[in-house]
């Protein structure tokens, strides 16, 4: 009896002085994320958050990078043709959608949406241990993920390729510059036609082919 008396001692003293554990990999609709804070995968390989790059003080994007690399490592970037002029940037659950909001503006205009057509009456936005970040529905299932629109980097688990059932072309490309993530003039796609193969462009000049895939 002594014995569970002190237990139950340790247990409370602990409560007290321990910080509760909550979620820190995923948004929902109640719990935003502001510039400043992150949301890190649940083995803490990835961070999700806001980010400038290179040498710019002004522009703010959201990305996702390696957590336990020294240099910051982006992987993945949502706005990066519409940055945030400040840090008022905040990403939210709306409309069951994922939104970046420009929280300085009166009318917290939209920079960024996962623009899913299909609403569900709850969403959540979840960083994976793989750097997806996937939104899905109180059921668990996928309704947008980052994999689906790759920037300039291909993670383990990624698809480069044309879907056909829906028509979702999966490619890569490279920045405009090391501190602008915008859509450079190099990319790097499957061409679907003939036999299809990985093909490197500058533009719309190919400099590059795998050669026709042999099954192997």
Same mark, same amino acid.
């Given at each position: 009896?002594?014995?569970?008396?002190?237990?139950?001692?340790?247990?409370?003293? +602990?409560?007290?002085?321990? %910080?509760?554990?909550?979620?820190?990999?995923?948004?929902?609709?109640?719990?935003? =994320?502001?510039?400043?804070?992150?949301?890190?995968?649940?083995?803490?390989?990835?961070?999700?958050?806001?980010?400038?790059?290179?040498?710019?003080?002004?522009?703010?994007?959201?990305?996702?990078?390696?957590?336990?690399?020294?240099?910051?490592?982006?992987?993945?970037?949502?706005?990066?043709?519409?940055?945030?002029?400040?840090?008022?940037?905040?990403?939210?659950?709306? *409309?069951?959608?994922?939104? =970046?909001?420009?929280?300085?503006?009166?009318?917290?205009?939209?920079?960024?949406?996962?623009?899913?057509?299909? +609403?569900?009456?709850?969403?959540?936005?979840?960083?994976?241990?793989?750097?997806?970040? +996937?939104?899905?529905?109180?059921?668990?299932?996928?309704?947008?993920?980052?994999?689906?629109? %790759?920037?300039?980097?291909?993670?383990? *688990?990624?698809?480069?390729?044309?879907?056909? %059932?829906?028509?979702?072309?999966?490619?890569?490309?490279?920045?405009?510059?090391?501190?602008? %993530?915008?859509?450079?003039?190099?990319?790097?796609?499957?061409?679907?036609?003939?036999?299809?193969?990985?093909?490197?462009? =500058?533009?719309?000049?190919?400099?590059?082919?795998?050669?026709?895939?042999?099954?192997?």
């Amino acid at each position: 009896m002594a014995f569970q008396e002190s237990f139950r001692s340790l247990l409370l003293v +602990a409560s007290i002085f321990l %910080p509760i554990c909550n979620s820190i990999d995923t948004i929902t609709p109640n719990q935003s =994320l502001k510039d400043g804070e992150t949301l890190i995968s649940v083995g803490e390989k990835f961070v999700l958050g806001f980010f400038s790059p290179g040498n710019s003080s002004t522009n703010r994007y959201v990305g996702i990078w390696y957590n336990k690399i020294p240099d910051q490592t982006i992987v993945w970037t949502a706005n990066s043709e519409n940055p945030v002029k400040n840090s008022s940037g905040v990403l939210i659950i709306k *409309g069951g959608n994922l939104v =970046l909001v420009d929280g300085g503006h009166s009318n917290n205009s939209t920079l960024w949406s996962t623009n899913v057509s299909t +609403a569900a009456n709850y969403s959540s936005a979840t960083l994976t241990d793989s750097g997806n970040l +996937a939104l899905t529905d109180d059921h668990q299932r996928v309704l947008w993920e980052s994999f689906d629109y %790759p920037t300039n980097t291909w993670l383990p *688990g990624m698809k480069v390729g044309l879907d056909r %059932p829906t028509g979702l072309s999966r490619f890569l490309t490279s920045w405009k510059s090391t501190t602008d %993530p915008a859509p450079g003039e190099f990319s790097f796609a499957v061409d679907p036609t003939g036999v299809p193969q990985y093909v490197l462009r =500058l533009g719309s000049d190919r400099i590059w082919r795998s050669g026709p895939w042999n099954g192997q």
